[in-house]
């Protein structure tokens, strides 16, 4: 038994020398879980932060890597997918939520972005573009393990499922005008929010609040800045939050009552928490900062 134990012990100390166990090794412990914490793209890599900025850390994506973009956290907080540059190659990745296991889910000549997990943490929405000058843009799904890729929708980007995974938000592309649009979690029944919300409702990037009643969005405005905004689920009540100033890329805190954002600000990208009742803005980014705000974990 005492020798059980100590090849154990042996074969962990190696896995964290060697940079983790690879797609076979352990699975993250509850502890490595993530909680309340922003995921923002920080230089090349993932950082992780408190919603107030401190207790910050960086993630290892691997010495191959390029850099890392849209990091995603996991339901349960254990997980990261992210999407991986490689020598001018774009594919999912997950790893674990202290930066170990890494496993690569697509390897194809096609850029693969956005992911966005399934409520039930078993799957991944992303973005598909192929690499010929027609390619379309479409939404694809994949099993959080690499397996049963299929394709869902056309001409859509930026999806994400609602909190219940019975719809799916997403940005339209293509054939598509430009706005946020509804579809089944089966890509049925597409609709568009935008004939709802008015022609001034040139908006990208919707996310779900926690409750599945309101999405969160950056619009394009006429001079060319970017401003946040939220709007019912049906695309009633829309409304601007953070005008200006190049502010986008909402994402909601677990609880529903702030949002975090990224502010483009004197040639700096700093990300800023809103609580959305009062108005209250705060800087979370040191001076010089270049980061985006990407997910807030649960």
């Known amino acids: 038994m005492q020798h059980s134990r100590l090849l154990s012990a042996l074969a962990l100390f190696l896995c964290s020398l060697l940079g983790g166990c690879g797609a076979d090794g352990p699975g993250p412990s509850e502890d490595a879980a993530l909680h309340d914490r922003l995921v923002v793209e920080a230089g090349s890599g993932i950082g992780i932060m408190a919603p107030d900025g ?52 697509t390897n194809d000549l096609a850029q693969e972005l ?32 690499g397996s049963g890729l299929r394709e869902l929708l056309l001409d859509g980007r930026g999806g994400e499922w609602s909190p219940d995974g019975r719809r799916v938000a ?25 004939e709802v919300c008015g022609s001034e409702c040139d908006d990208v990037a919707p996310r779900w609040s926690p409750d599945g009643q309101s999405l969160a969005f950056t619009r394009l405005l006429p001079d060319a800045t970017e401003a946040v905004g939220l709007m019912r689920a049906d695309g009633t009540g829309a409304r601007l939050v953070l005008p200006g100033l190049f502010t986008a890329r909402p994402v909601w805190s677990p609880d529903g009552l702030r949002l975090a954002v990224t502010r483009l600000v004197g040639g700096t990208a700093r990300i800023y928490v809103v609580t959305l009742e009062s108005a209250d803005t705060v800087s979370v980014s040191p001076a010089g900062a270049w980061e985006f705000v990407s997910d807030w974990a649960p």
């Open 54 to 105: 401190n207790q910050r850390r960086s993630l290892a994506i691997g010495s191959d890597l390029e850099q890392a973009l849209s990091p995603a956290v996991s339901p349960d907080g254990r997980r990261i997918a992210f999407t991986g540059l490689k020598t001018g190659q774009l594919d999912l990745y997950v790893m674990n939520a202290d930066g170990s296991g890494r496993r690569q889910l």
């Open 170 to 194: 997403f940005t339209g592309v293509g054939s598509r005008a430009r706005g946020v649009y509804l579809m089944g979690a089966d890509g049925s029944n597409v609709t568009s929010l935008r």
């Open 114 to 145: 956005d992911p966005a997990w399934s409520p039930d943490g078993n799957s991944l929405l992303f973005s598909w573009t192929g690499t010929a000058p027609s390619s379309p843009t479409m939404l694809a799904v994949i099993g959080a393990d």
